[in-house]
Every structure is written in C-alpha cells, then in structure tokens.
Antibody, heavy 119, light 110 residues
Framework: EMQLVESGGGLVKPGGSLRLSCAASGFTFSGSSMTWVRQAPGQGLEWVSSINSNSFSIFYAKSVKGRFTISRDNAKKSLSLQMDSLRAEDTAVYYC????????????WGQGTVVTVSS | QSVLTQPPSASGTPGQGVSISCSGGSSNIGRNSLNWYQRLPGTAPKLLIFGDNQRPSGVPDRFSGSKSGTSASLAISGLQSEDEAEYFCAAWDDTLNAVLFGGGTKLTVL
C-alpha cells in the first residue's frame, strides 16, 4: 500500500525552527517528485515547496523562500522540510504529497502534521 | 500567491448536477494542466481530476473536468450527500515557478 507519514510538527515560538519529515512506502520514491502543501486554520490550501526526483529542481513559495529548505534522501525514502525563522502565519497543517502524472497533480497525500507558531 | 479564482460556495440537491469554476491566467491555466482536489472534513485532500479532464483510478465518472483558455470547470452529476466537501483547483504557474491553488469552493448538498 502506498503511504506517506509526516512527523515533526509541534509548538514553536516565533523565530524558532522545526524540521518536518515524511516517510514514504509502497511506491518508487526515487522516481517521484515530492511536495509540501499547508493549510492554515480556516484557510485554503497553499503550496509550500517542491523537489524533483534527483533534487536538481527545487521550488519555493514566495512566502517561505529563504526560510524553509526542502530536501530528500532517496536511500531512506524520506522527504524533509527544515523551517527556520518561523512566524505566526506559518501555523498550519503541513502535508507531504507525491506528484503524479501532471504538474500540480498530487496523487498521494500524508495525513498531515500540525505546526503551531506562538509565544 | 493564489491567483486562481473560485466561487466560495456552491450547492445542490441530491441527484442534481453542479459546476464549480476556476479562473486564472495565461501563465497558469492557459499554459498548464488544471487539477482538482476534494477535501472532506478532517481528511487530507484527494486528487479528483488531473491533466484538465483525467480521472485517477477509483474516482467515479460523476466527476468530470473541462478547460477552455484560462478557465476551467469541475462538473459533478447525480449529487450525493457524500460529495459535500471543499473543492480546490490547482495549476503550475510558469511565471511564478509555483503551484497555485484556488481559494476553494465549499459544496453543500441540501
């Protein structure tokens, strides 16, 4: 069964750091582009960052560029999101997702991990 | 960063059909595939339509997608109570080098 499991969420103070992880199983992780998407309370979905299969192409949303770093370890079938200089507006449920057969078509999602940035 | 526009709400009665629109621009919908997601309360989003009008395996054919120029639509026929959810469109934007999501449309089945 294809599965994505996020971990690493929690409560952090403004200006702090957090590292999210996503463990993949049941599909060829090394051949898949991966993405982080978040949903703030009462808001819609917001794309955060994407990384292609060999880490050569990486993209960030303007709102997180320079503060967040996406990375992957194909040997460990793991995706990460290092989040630094966190702000209250980064409070959200963070999902990792696998890109499917079209750009922006994420055909497998994790259950999400909650990040709360508050003093 | 969202420049895909959706109506905030839509509604219909069981058995009816409903359509949800998504409008964008030449750098996103006009140039790239449009995808639709369904988000049931308390669950992760689920891909409903990819590549403008393709259904992933397991998605009922009651759901269909279409696109013309810089606008797209998701049509749901034979509405069922379990279709009550939030629906999002998404597309890659060549200028921003980003995936854009629409603001979401909350569908109520009356």
């Amino acid at each position: 069964e294809m599965q994505l499991v996020e971990s690493g969420g929690g409560l952090v103070k403004p200006g702090g750091s957090l590292r999210l992880s996503c463990a993949a199983s049941g599909f060829t992780f090394s051949g898949s582009s991966m993405t982080w998407v978040r949903q703030a309370p009462g808001q819609g979905l917001e794309w955060v960052s994407s990384i292609n299969s060999n880490s050569f192409s990486i993209f960030y949303a303007k709102s997180v560029k320079g503060r967040f770093t996406i990375s992957r370890d194909n040997a460990k079938k793991s995706l990460s999101l290092q989040m630094d200089s966190l702000r209250a507006e980064d409070t959200a449920v963070y999902y990792c997702a696998k890109e499917g057969r079209a750009l922006g078509a994420f055909d497998l999602w994790g259950q999400g991990t909650v990040v709360t940035v508050s003093s | 960063q969202s420049v895909l526009t959706q109506p905030p709400s839509a509604s219909g009665t069981p058995g009816q059909g409903v359509s949800i629109s998504c409008s964008g621009g030449s750098s996103n919908i006009g140039r790239n595939s449009l995808n639709w997601y369904q988000r049931l309360p308390g669950t992760a989003p689920k891909l409903l339509i990819f590549g403008d009008n393709q259904r992933p395996s397991g998605v009922p054919d009651r759901f269909s997608g279409s696109k013309s120029g810089t606008s797209a639509s998701l049509a749901i026929s034979g509405l069922q109570s379990e279709d009550e959810a939030e629906y999002f469109c998404a597309a890659w934007d060549d200028t921003l080098n980003a995936v854009l999501f629409g603001g979401g449309t909350k569908l109520t089945v009356l």
